[in-house]
């Protein structure tokens, strides 16, 4: 199979002939239609989280259809097709995985980062940790749901219900928990780098009643803010622009240091938090909304072989919506 190799942080991934991979007794072998490209990958090939073994496959938002099954497998039929998030394998047995927080399991396993990636051909994944799809999308558009919709989702809901909230960082997440946010009747601020007029533009037309700025303030105090961008100096500017009892929610997996602020800024109740990972609960919920909103995915389609240029124009922040790797049709 053809499959794209990370092989040392900050060098561009390579074009390889690898064996196709052999399911174990749990795992179901993928035939790879697309994989969404995230932030997440470029913390990985990028130094920021600490490096796996190497050589790796990266990419994590699968979207695939059965070609083999493990002894074991009684979930999936050949020919089905599936999606495979970040979250690719927990223990079970832990006090968070009883407690229904497997997302915190301390033996977790992650597709495209301790397990096998979809910049590939094939792929394998644990049967428990893949999804069904909703119909009503095709591979291309379905990919980004898989990351930035359910980890997005997540987020969402950890940052309540309050009418008011403001988005920071107008990437692949934000333009799809718009999406749900309006749907849920709310307002939605955006705030994306100092001008970039054209992202502020495109969260307009998704429904945001104000973009700006990450520096400036909204034109009204909002009652929870997300922030996806992974820049820690953002946190205070979210804290400054929540009323009292707000809630700022951290929904990325890596974030660059976070400065010191005054406690004025926390005081009156407002709370921040960090997402970590996802759980099953939440894709089988997002993945089934999804269709009834209808979200709508805004996708720039590359090439396998051009997964490095589409890795560097959402470094360089020239991405709207998510990136997709389109691998074959399915």
């Known amino acids: ?41 470029l913390h990985i090939i990028d130094g920021e989280l600490p490096a796996p073994n190497l050589p790796l496959i990266p990419g994590h938002q699968i979207v695939g259809t059965i070609e083999r099954l493990g002894a074991r497998v009684t979930r999936w039929t050949v020919g089905q097709r599936v999606g495979v998030p970040w979250l ?15 997302n915190l399991c301390d033996q977790a396993q992650f597709t495209g980062y301790t ?21 009503d999308y095709d591979a291309t558009a379905v990919a980004p749901l898989l990351c930035a919709g359910l980890i997005g989702y997540r987020a969402l809901r950890l940052a309540g219900t309050g009418e008011r909230l403001g988005i920071y960082g107008f990437g692949a997440a934000a333009h799809l928990m718009t999406q749900v946010a309006r749907w849920q009747g709310r ?54 622009a929540v009323e009292k009892g707000g809630v700022v929610v951290c929904g990325g997996i890596h974030m660059s240091q976070i400065p010191a602020f005054a406690y004025e800024l926390l005081w009156g109740e407002r709370v921040l938090r960090s997402v970590a990972n ?3 609960e939440d894709g089988e919920a ?3 909304l999804a269709p009834q909103i209808p979200v709508r995915t805004t996708v720039q389609i590359f090439p396998l072989t051009e997964l490095n240029t ?9 991405l709207q919506g998510a990136a997709v790797i389109q691998i074959s049709q399915g």
């Open 88 to 102: 690719g394998w927990t223990c079970g047995e832990c006090r968070f995985c009883r407690d229904g927080r497997e």
């Open 278 to 280: 996802l759980t099953r």
């Open 115 to 135: 397990r096998p990636g979809g910049f590939a051909e094939y792929t394998i994944a644990d049967q428990r940790f893949c999804f069904a799809l909703p119909t």
């Open 187 to 240: 307002e939605v601020f955006a705030f994306t780098r100092p001008g970039d007029t054209e992202g502020q533009r495109f969260a307009r037309e998704l429904g945001a009643v104000w973009a700006g700025s990450s520096t400036e303030l909204p034109p009204v105090p909002l009652d929870a803010a997300i922030i996806f961008a992974p820049v820690g100096d953002l946190v205070p500017y979210a804290l400054r």
């Open 1 to 41: 199979m053809r499959a794209m190799v990370f092989t040392a942080p900050g060098q561009p991934l390579e074009y390889r002939d690898l064996p196709v991979p052999t399911p174990q007794p749990e795992e179901v072998l993928i035939r790879v239609e697309a994989c969404a490209v995230c932030r997440t990958d």
């Open 286 to 288: 997002f993945l089934q």
């Open 310 to 318: 589409a890795l560097n124009a959402l470094r360089q922040g020239k």
